[in-house]
C-alpha cells in the first residue's frame, strides 16, 4: 500500500516536470535571447546597451548571457544548434565559423534585411565587408576589427644601438645578429606557438603584409605558395636557421621579461599591460609587420582578429532582432562605449575621422595606432576548413624549422594537402 | 503470505535499481546508441542524420593523421609505461619502509592526480620552455638545453614524463597495497634459504604483484588511449604532429571541423584497439596468484 503511495507519488513529480520541461518557450512575452564573449569588458558593455534598449517602450526586451562555458564558442553553439537550444543572436563569430554555419545555412543573410546598406553606409564598413562576403551573401555584422601590429621594446632596441624600428627583413637580421643569446635573447618572434590558431599571428599576418592583402585560400584553392608566401617562409627559414629565432617561449610573455624586443600583439593586449605591466607599456612603440623591403607610403596589410555577431535562421523573432541590431550599430555612442569597455577598434571605416571618437584617441596613442590599421586590416580566409588548412601550415613551418625541408618543397606540400581537403 | 512478500520485496529491489537503469539508459546507452547511428550516417550537428554505409569506415582508413595518433599512442607506451611502472613501483617500496607521515605522503602524491589538467599544463610549459628554468639551469651547469617540447623525438617523451608524474601517486597506492598483501612469512623464508634481495624482488615481490602490476599496465593503457588536455595545451600536437593524439584528432573532428559522424567512427577504432590491447596482454600475462 504504502509502495503503491510512493509510485504515485514519484509518477506525478514525473508528470509535472515533464508538462514543466516541455512547455512553450514561445510565449508571447518571450525575448530576444543573446549570447556574448564570456568577457568581462564585454559583459559590462552588453549590460549598459541591453538596459537602455529594454527601458524603451514597445521594445522587444533582449536578455543576454555569456556563450555557455565549453572548449570553444564554435563547440557551444554548435551543441546548441544540435539541441535546439540555440539563441536568437550570439556574438564571437570568426569568418571561418561563420562559413561553416552559413554552409549548413544556419544563418540570416542580413544584406537582404531592410537598413542594412544604410548600416554599413553610416559606419563606412563597404571596405571591411568585402572579408565577410559568403557567396555574396552577409551574414555576419562584425563588431569589432583587431589588427595585429608589432610591438617594439624601445628601451632595449636603444640599448643596441636602434633609435628607428625595424621594418625590412634585412634589419631584423641586423638586429638579430646584434642581440640574440640561443636560449636566451632573441629579437622578434616570428613562430607564435605551437597550436593551429597560432598560424593567425606569424605566417598569415606576415603573408598578408608581404602580399599587400591577398588572400591565403581564394575560390576554395590555396594561394600560399606564391611569391610572397615563399618570402615569408624564406624570412622565417632564415631566422630559424641562423639560431635567431625560438619556437618555444613557454606561457611567459617574452615581451615582458626582456627575452623579446619585438613582436605580434593586438589590441586586446593594451589593457593587459596596463593593468600589469604598465611601466614597459611605457616603452612599447606600435610598428607594421616587417617586410621583405619594409615601410613604403602605403600601409602595410595585417591580420585582423575579428569577430562579429549572427542572426539564426530558427529565431521567429527575426525582425524585432534585426531592429535592436541595427539600433546598436546605428549609434556611434555605443561604438565609443566599446572602445572605452573593451579597447578593441569597432569594425568601422571612419575611427581616425570621426570627432566623436577623437578625445578617446588623443589620449590613447597605441590604440590610436591600432585604429589607423583597420582599414588593411584582413580576417581569416572565409573557408569553413580553417582548422585544416592552419594545420597544414603548421606542418609546413615545422617541416622548416625541423628538418632539412626546402622552402619551397614545403610549400608545396603543404598547398597540395589543403586543396585536396577542400576539393572535397 | 510468503509469495505476496516476495512480490513486494522484488518491486522494492526494482524501484531501487530503477535509478541506476535511469542512469545507464541516459548517460552509457542513449550516447551508445547515438554513437552507433553517427557512425553508419553523416551528419553535421544539425538536423536529421542520412545514412551513409561504411563510408565513416573507409574514410578513417584512410586518415593519416588518425593512423599517425595512434602510432603515437604507442610511442607513448614505450616511454611511459617503463617510466610510470618503474616510478610508482619505488613510490610504494619506499612508502613501505616510511613508518610516520605515511597518510600525508601519500596523499601529497595524489594530489597530482586530482589537479586540473589545465593548470599543470600551464606550469610545466613554463618550467620546460627552450627559455625555461629548467633549461636555464641546465644551461648554467652543463653548458646544453634540452628542446623538451620543440624537438619532434623529445616531445612525447617529455609528454610521458607530465603524464607519470600525475600517476604515479595513484598507481603507487595500488602497488602498495599489493607489497603489504605479501605475507612477512614468505619473506622470513627465503631469508632463511639466504636469498638476496634482487632476487627477493624478482621472484617472490613481482610474481606475487602480478594481479597489481597488470591492473596499472591496464590502467595505464586506457590512460594512453585517452590523452587530450597535455598535448593540446602543451605541444598542440606537434612538433610534425609527434604528439597528436586519438583524442585530439577527435576533438578537432567533432567540434572544429564539425565532422561528428568521422569522430565518433574514429572512436569505434580507438576502443577495438585499446580493448585488443588490454585483452593480449592479459592472455599474455595475467596470471591467478593465490596465497593460501
Same mark, same amino acid.
Given at each position: 500500500?504504502?509502495?503503491?503511495?510512493?509510485?504515485?507519488?514519484?509518477?506525478?513529480?514525473?508528470?509535472?516536470?515533464?508538462?514543466?520541461?516541455?512547455?512553450?518557450?514561445?510565449?508571447?512575452?518571450?525575448?530576444?535571447?543573446?549570447?556574448?564573449?564570456?568577457?568581462?569588458?564585454?559583459?559590462?558593455?552588453?549590460?549598459?546597451?541591453?538596459?537602455?534598449?529594454?527601458?524603451?517602450?514597445?521594445?522587444?526586451? %533582449?536578455?543576454?548571457?555569456?556563450?555557455?562555458?565549453?572548449?570553444?564558442?564554435?563547440?557551444?553553439?554548435?551543441?546548441?544548434?544540435?539541441?535546439?537550444?540555440?539563441?536568437?543572436?550570439?556574438?564571437?563569430?570568426?569568418?571561418?565559423?561563420?562559413?561553416?554555419?552559413?554552409?549548413?545555412?544556419?544563418?540570416?543573410?542580413?544584406?537582404?534585411?531592410?537598413?542594412?546598406?544604410?548600416?554599413?553606409? *553610416?559606419?563606412?564598413?563597404?571596405?571591411?565587408?568585402?572579408?565577410?562576403?559568403?557567396?555574396?551573401?552577409?551574414?555576419?555584422?562584425?563588431?569589432?576589427?583587431?589588427?595585429?601590429?608589432?610591438?617594439?621594446?624601445?628601451?632595449?632596441?636603444?640599448?643596441?644601438?636602434?633609435? *628607428?624600428?625595424?621594418?625590412?627583413?634585412?634589419?631584423?637580421?641586423?638586429?638579430?645578429?646584434?642581440?640574440?643569446?640561443?636560449?636566451?635573447?632573441?629579437?622578434?618572434?616570428?613562430?607564435?606557438?605551437?597550436?593551429?590558431?597560432?598560424?593567425?599571428?606569424?605566417?598569415?599576418?606576415?603573408?598578408?603584409?608581404?602580399?599587400?592583402?591577398?588572400?591565403?585560400?581564394?575560390?576554395?584553392?590555396?594561394?600560399?605558395?606564391?611569391?610572397?608566401?615563399?618570402?615569408?617562409?624564406?624570412?622565417?627559414?632564415?631566422?630559424?636557421?641562423?639560431?635567431?629565432?625560438?619556437?618555444?617561449?613557454?606561457?611567459?610573455?617574452?615581451?615582458?621579461?626582456?627575452?623579446?624586443?619585438?613582436?605580434?600583439?593586438?589590441?586586446?593586449?593594451?589593457?593587459?599591460?596596463?593593468?600589469?605591466?604598465?611601466?614597459?607599456?611605457?616603452?612599447?612603440?606600435?610598428?607594421?609587420?616587417?617586410?621583405?623591403?619594409?615601410?613604403?607610403?602605403?600601409?602595410?596589410?595585417?591580420?585582423?582578429?575579428?569577430?562579429?555577431?549572427?542572426?539564426?535562421?530558427?529565431?521567429?523573432?527575426?525582425?524585432?532582432?534585426?531592429?535592436?541590431?541595427?539600433? %546598436?550599430?546605428?549609434?556611434?555612442?555605443?561604438?565609443?562605449?566599446?572602445?572605452?569597455?573593451?579597447?578593441?577598434?569597432?569594425?568601422?571605416?571612419?575611427?581616425?575621422?570621426?570627432?566623436?571618437?577623437?578625445?578617446?584617441?588623443?589620449?590613447?596613442?597605441?590604440?590610436?595606432?591600432?585604429?589607423?590599421?583597420?582599414?588593411?586590416?584582413?580576417?581569416?580566409?572565409?573557408?569553413?576548413?580553417?582548422?585544416?588548412?592552419?594545420?597544414?601550415?603548421?606542418?609546413?613551418?615545422?617541416?622548416?624549422?625541423?628538418?632539412?625541408?626546402?622552402?619551397?618543397?614545403?610549400?608545396?606540400?603543404?598547398?597540395?594537402?589543403?586543396?585536396?581537403?577542400?576539393?572535397? | 503470505?510468503?509469495?505476496?512478500?516476495?512480490?513486494?520485496?522484488?518491486?522494492?529491489?526494482?524501484?531501487?535499481?530503477?535509478?541506476?537503469?535511469?542512469?545507464?539508459?541516459?548517460?552509457?546507452?542513449?550516447?551508445?546508441?547515438?554513437?552507433?547511428?553517427?557512425?553508419?550516417?553523416?551528419?553535421?550537428?544539425?538536423?536529421?542524420?542520412?545514412?551513409?554505409?561504411?563510408?565513416?569506415?573507409?574514410?578513417?582508413?584512410?586518415?593519416?593523421?588518425?593512423?599517425?595518433?595512434?602510432?603515437?599512442?604507442?610511442?607513448?607506451? #614505450?616511454?611511459?609505461?617503463?617510466?610510470?611502472?618503474?616510478?610508482? @613501483?619505488?613510490?610504494? @617500496?619506499?612508502?613501505?619502509?616510511?613508518?610516520?607521515?605515511?597518510?600525508?605522503?601519500?596523499?601529497?602524491?595524489?594530489?597530482?592526480?586530482?589537479?586540473?589538467?589545465?593548470?599543470?599544463?600551464?606550469?610545466?610549459?613554463?618550467?620546460?620552455?627552450?627559455?625555461?628554468?629548467?633549461?636555464?639551469?641546465?644551461?648554467?651547469?652543463?653548458?646544453?638545453?634540452?628542446?623538451?617540447?620543440?624537438?619532434?623525438?623529445?616531445? #612525447?617523451?617529455?609528454?610521458?614524463?607530465?603524464?607519470?608524474?600525475?600517476?604515479?601517486?595513484?598507481?603507487?597506492?595500488?602497488?602498495?597495497?599489493?607489497?603489504?598483501?605479501?605475507?612477512?612469512?614468505?619473506?622470513?623464508?627465503?631469508?632463511?634459504?639466504?636469498?638476496?634481495?634482487?632476487?627477493?624482488?624478482?621472484?617472490?615481490?613481482?610474481? @606475487?604483484?602480478?594481479?597489481?602490476?597488470?591492473?596499472?599496465?591496464?590502467?595505464?593503457?586506457?590512460?594512453?588511449?585517452?590523452?587530450?588536455?597535455?598535448?593540446?595545451?602543451?605541444?598542440?600536437?606537434?612538433?610534425?604532429?609527434?604528439?597528436?593524439?586519438?583524442?585530439?584528432?577527435?576533438?578537432?573532428?567533432?567540434?572544429?571541423?564539425?565532422?561528428?559522424?568521422?569522430?565518433?567512427?574514429?572512436?569505434?577504432?580507438?576502443?577495438?584497439?585499446?580493448?585488443?590491447?588490454?585483452?593480449?596482454?592479459?592472455?599474455?600475462?595475467?596470471?591467478?596468484?593465490?596465497?593460501?
Amino acid at each position: 500500500m504504502k509502495l503503491s503511495k510512493v509510485k504515485v507519488t514519484i509518477a506525478g513529480l514525473f508528470s509535472l516536470a515533464l508538462v514543466a520541461g516541455c512547455g512553450s518557450e514561445k510565449e508571447e512575452n518571450a525575448s530576444l535571447k543573446m549570447w556574448v564573449a564570456p568577457n568581462a569588458a564585454q559583459e559590462v558593455f552588453w549590460t549598459s546597451v541591453i538596459n537602455e534598449w529594454n527601458a524603451i517602450p514597445g521594445n522587444k526586451p %533582449v536578455e543576454f548571457t555569456t556563450i555557455p562555458a565549453t572548449g570553444s564558442s564554435e563547440e557551444a553553439v554548435m551543441s546548441a544548434l544540435a539541441s535546439g537550444t540555440e539563441p536568437d543572436i550570439t556574438t564571437n563569430i570568426f569568418s571561418g565559423f561563420a562559413a561553416q554555419l552559413h554552409g549548413l545555412n544556419q544563418i540570416v543573410d542580413f544584406s537582404k534585411l531592410e537598413g542594412y546598406s544604410e548600416l554599413i553606409d *553610416k559606419r563606412q564598413m563597404d571596405n571591411i565587408m568585402t572579408s565577410w562576403d559568403y557567396d555574396g551573401a552577409k551574414p555576419v555584422i562584425p563588431i569589432y576589427v583587431n589588427p595585429v601590429m608589432y610591438w617594439w621594446r624601445t628601451d632595449i632596441l636603444k640599448e643596441n644601438g636602434f633609435d *628607428k624600428i625595424p621594418t625590412s627583413y634585412d634589419e631584423i637580421y641586423a638586429l638579430s645578429e646584434k642581440f640574440t643569446i640561443p636560449n636566451k635573447q632573441y629579437a622578434v618572434q616570428v613562430a607564435a606557438g605551437k597550436n593551429w590558431w597560432d598560424r593567425w599571428f606569424d605566417f598569415v599576418t606576415f603573408y598578408y603584409a608581404q602580399s599587400d592583402g591577398m588572400q591565403y585560400v581564394e575560390n576554395n584553392q590555396a594561394a600560399y605558395d606564391n611569391e610572397a608566401g615563399l618570402e615569408v617562409l624564406g624570412f622565417i627559414d632564415h631566422m630559424f636557421a641562423n639560431k635567431w629565432a625560438n619556437y618555444d617561449f613557454g606561457a611567459n610573455d617574452p615581451l615582458t621579461t626582456g627575452e623579446l624586443i619585438g613582436a605580434v600583439r593586438g589590441p586586446w593586449d593594451i589593457s593587459r599591460y596596463e593593468q600589469q605591466h604598465p611601466e614597459i607599456l611605457k616603452t612599447i612603440k606600435l610598428g607594421p609587420i616587417p617586410t621583405k623591403d619594409g615601410v613604403s607610403d602605403k600601409k602595410t596589410a595585417t591580420f585582423a582578429d575579428s569577430k562579429g555577431l549572427v542572426l539564426f535562421k530558427s529565431s521567429d523573432m527575426q525582425d524585432d532582432a534585426w531592429k535592436f541590431i541595427n539600433w %546598436v550599430y546605428s549609434n556611434p555612442k555605443f561604438d565609443l562605449e566599446w572602445i572605452k569597455a573593451t579597447s578593441q577598434p569597432p569594425a568601422r571605416g571612419d575611427l581616425t575621422s570621426n570627432p566623436i571618437f577623437s578625445d578617446y584617441y588623443k589620449n590613447n596613442p597605441l590604440a590610436k595606432g591600432f585604429a589607423e590599421y583597420v582599414d588593411v586590416a584582413i580576417p581569416s580566409a572565409s573557408t569553413s576548413e580553417t582548422v585544416a588548412v592552419q594545420r597544414s601550415m603548421t606542418q609546413m613551418l615545422e617541416r622548416i624549422i625541423f628538418t632539412d625541408s626546402e622552402v619551397k618543397s614545403s610549400a608545396d606540400k603543404s598547398v597540395q594537402e589543403v586543396n585536396k581537403i577542400l576539393g572535397k | 503470505m510468503i509469495k505476496g512478500l516476495n512480490i513486494k520485496e522484488s518491486a522494492q529491489g526494482g524501484l531501487i535499481a530503477s535509478t541506476y537503469m535511469g542512469y545507464s539508459l541516459v548517460f552509457w546507452i542513449f550516447p551508445f546508441v547515438w554513437l552507433l547511428i553517427l557512425t553508419f550516417s553523416d551528419w553535421q550537428f544539425i538536423g536529421t542524420p542520412s545514412f551513409s554505409g561504411l563510408d565513416n569506415f573507409f574514410n578513417v582508413i584512410q586518415d593519416p593523421l588518425f593512423w599517425k595518433s595512434m602510432k603515437n599512442v604507442f610511442r607513448f607506451l #614505450m616511454y611511459y609505461l617503463p617510466m610510470v611502472i618503474f616510478a610508482s @613501483l619505488f613510490f610504494a @617500496l619506499g612508502l613501505k619502509k616510511i613508518k610516520y607521515g605515511k597518510s600525508f605522503i601519500a596523499l601529497s602524491f595524489l594530489l597530482a592526480n586530482v589537479s586540473s589538467g589545465v593548470a599543470y599544463s600551464i606550469v610545466f610549459s613554463k618550467l620546460f620552455s627552450d627559455t625555461g628554468p629548467i633549461n636555464d639551469f641546465m644551461n648554467s651547469v652543463f653548458g646544453f638545453t634540452i628542446p623538451w617540447f620543440t624537438n619532434p623525438d623529445f616531445a #612525447m617523451f617529455s609528454i610521458a614524463i607530465v603524464i607519470t608524474w600525475k600517476f604515479v601517486g595513484y598507481y603507487g597506492l595500488i602497488f602498495y597495497s599489493g607489497l603489504v598483501s605479501i605475507p612477512k612469512e614468505i619473506y622470513d623464508a627465503a631469508e632463511l634459504d639466504q636469498t638476496g634481495p634482487v632476487k627477493r624482488l624478482f621472484k617472490i615481490t613481482l610474481p @606475487l604483484m602480478n594481479a597489481q602490476i597488470i591492473m596499472v599496465v591496464v590502467l595505464a593503457i586506457t590512460v594512453a588511449f585517452g590523452i587530450f588536455t597535455e598535448p593540446y595545451l602543451i605541444t598542440g600536437g606537434g612538433p610534425l604532429e609527434s604528439t597528436t593524439t586519438p583524442m585530439v584528432v577527435m576533438y578537432e573532428a567533432a567540434f572544429q571541423r564539425m565532422e561528428p559522424s568521422w569522430a565518433a567512427t574514429m572512436s569505434i577504432f580507438v576502443a577495438i584497439i585499446s580493448f585488443g590491447l588490454i585483452w593480449l596482454l592479459r592472455k599474455l600475462f595475467e596470471k591467478n596468484i593465490e596465497i593460501v
